[in-house]
């Protein structure tokens, strides 16, 4: 590291000592404290700009798509006239807005469940002190770092009906007589796309609660234990409160990327069988991109980015208020 | 206390083996189908008895070329990321700024911005630009993906760093940038190495902007490459599965070489 001699430490002030000198010096440091705060703005200027760019502008840009009659042809012609709120009576009276809303919740809340409860045990078990337990436990985030793509690939491969390695495995087990339809069956299809996003998201939530886990102090335990506390009493009264902040964010976060995420549903099934698998992200996909209504397809994106944020505050809110009474 | 339990760590470590071995099943059947013989076959045997490269030389004929953009893609991700989000995180840190907190605040609502928004915008501008199909433009999309998380990241390690140690750098002469490049980046390196990585995953793994922002096979990362196999009527399995399997090499070997800095960005960047 830099060496520090006394008298280098020493350059702070040039100014003269009192007098008349003293206002003039006021207004110079005024002004060189605004130089520095520019000079310290522009270390953050770049990724103002990224955001403003790549994150802002498209906000923007799709919501006054959605307000035009924005479609193919536009590119073309430059023109995309203005439609008012047609997009969203469009979108909101099609046959499928609501059967895609409800497979939105159904697959957020299902995976958020079994993410959260499997992923919670885990974390649980993972806090015991065991050889390997450092090294299993990272070994357990690999579902979480691959591609979700490849994921869905190997998942298509397993549920596979004729000859997917699950129907072998219970076929041979004596359970079914013929192959299950995992991801061919309107009924099971979304099923099947929610147990490969539990398998997905599972390791995230072990590392996140994991992490909350090990700020909770031993001693809790130990004196509980003395007390006489079972695992189960330990649990509920030490555990569980103090994991509460841990728990609101990883919930928090959980939604967010589940309500959003598009690869898992058009990897494993493109949204069918019949639609039954279609989410609000791959149907704003499949209507910008393949039927080329952009000013629909926005339309269907900022309903979902609504009910992102509504979730989001409204969650924020009673659980602050759970965690302080 | 301890005596009484003496038996239990064996008996932990292998219900902490089984519970992996659940969860990376399928991976390890990834492996085990890619070196099946070719073909939609997907019965098999539990051990590959009979090794065929056949999938791995379908994979590599189609493929080859995907996964070099993919990698191009990655890397220049990783750059634009770090160069973005270094300075970012050190002045979120270090320095007293009126408005930290509503660029933090920023930072997260990002987050909850679903890439399907961004990607419907984004290829109306680039395609009146005309910069689809483009390995520049696809990095500056992907970046998305990590700029904020990176910068969240950084910064916890940023702020880790002495008060005392910047200043000593800032009385020696150093100016601002000086100090961040030869003092703080040294010293936060964890954070940095982790970001980095992860900038790495992040677009590696990226679909919904290879998906969206690339029209024809001259940009065309890996993902949309497994995708479209996923698409045909006759499905290779062996020729997918060994794609995935080469899709897979970054994720596991930054599990194996780099685990420390993995299990810390993995609980770090988003907490805080």
Known sequence: ?325 | MHRAFLARPARDTIIGVLILAVMLFPVYWMVNLSLQSSGSNLASSFFPTSIHLDGYRTALSDQSINLLTSVLVSLGSVALTLVVAIPASYALAQFRLRGVNAVLLILAVTQMIPGIVVANALYSAYNSLGILNNIVSLIFADASHSIPFAILLIRTSMQAIPMSVLEAARLDGAGRFKTLRSVAVPVARNGVITGALFAFLFTWSDFVFALTLTTTEAVRPITLGIYNYLGADQADWSAIMATSVLASIPAIALLIVAQRFIAAGASGGAVK
Not at chain 1, 16 to 43: D, I
Not at chain 1, 230 to 235: A, E, I, N, V, Y
């Open chain 1, 1 to 325: 590291m830099t060496n520090v001699s006394p008298d280098t430490m020493t350059e702070t002030d040039h100014g003269a000592q009192g007098g008349p000198g003293r206002k003039k010096r006021a207004r110079a440091s005024v002004s060189r404290e605004r130089r520095n705060a520019a000079a310290q703005w522009a270390f953050v200027v770049p990724a103002l700009i990224y955001i403003a760019l790549f994150f802002a502008y498209p906000v923007i840009k799709n919501l006054v798509m959605s307000f035009q009659d924005y479609t193919a042809s536009s590119f073309y012609t430059g023109e995309a006239p203005l439609v008012g709120f047609s997009n969203y009576v469009t979108v909101l009276s099609g046959d499928q807005f609501f059967p895609t809303l409800r497979n939105s919740l159904v697959f957020t809340v299902g995976s958020i469940v079994g993410q959260f409860s499997l992923g919670l045990l885990a974390a649980v078990f993972f806090r015991r002190r065991f050889p390997l337990s450092t090294f299993l436990r990272s070994l357990l985030l690999l579902p979480w770092l691959l591609p979700v793509i490849v994921a869905t690939a190997l998942w298509r491969s397993l549920m596979d009906q004729d000859s997917g390695a699950i129907n072998t495995v219970l076929n041979a087990l004596g359970l079914i007589d013929t192959g299950i339809p995992w991801l061919s069956s309107p009924s099971i299809a979304l099923l099947s796309v929610i147990i490969v996003n539990i398998w997905i998201g599972i390791p995230f939530n072990v590392a996140i609660l994991y992490g909350g886990l090990q700020d909770i102090p031993d001693e809790l335990y130990e004196a509980a234990s003395l007390d006489g506390a079972g695992p189960w009493r330990s649990f509920r009264s030490i555990t569980w409160p103090l994991l509460r902040p841990t728990v609101t964010v990883v919930m928090l976060l959980g939604v967010i990327y589940t309500l959003r995420s598009l690869d898992v549903v058009l990897g494993l099934t493109r949204g069918g069988p019949a639609n039954s698998t279609q989410t609000l992200p791959t149907l704003s996909y499949f209507q910008s991109f393949q039927q080329f209504e952009f000013g629909q397809g926005a339309a269907t994106s900022n309903i979902l980015i609504v009910i992102a944020f509504v979730f989001a505050l409204f969650y924020l809110r009673t659980s602050r208020r759970d965690i302080t009474a």
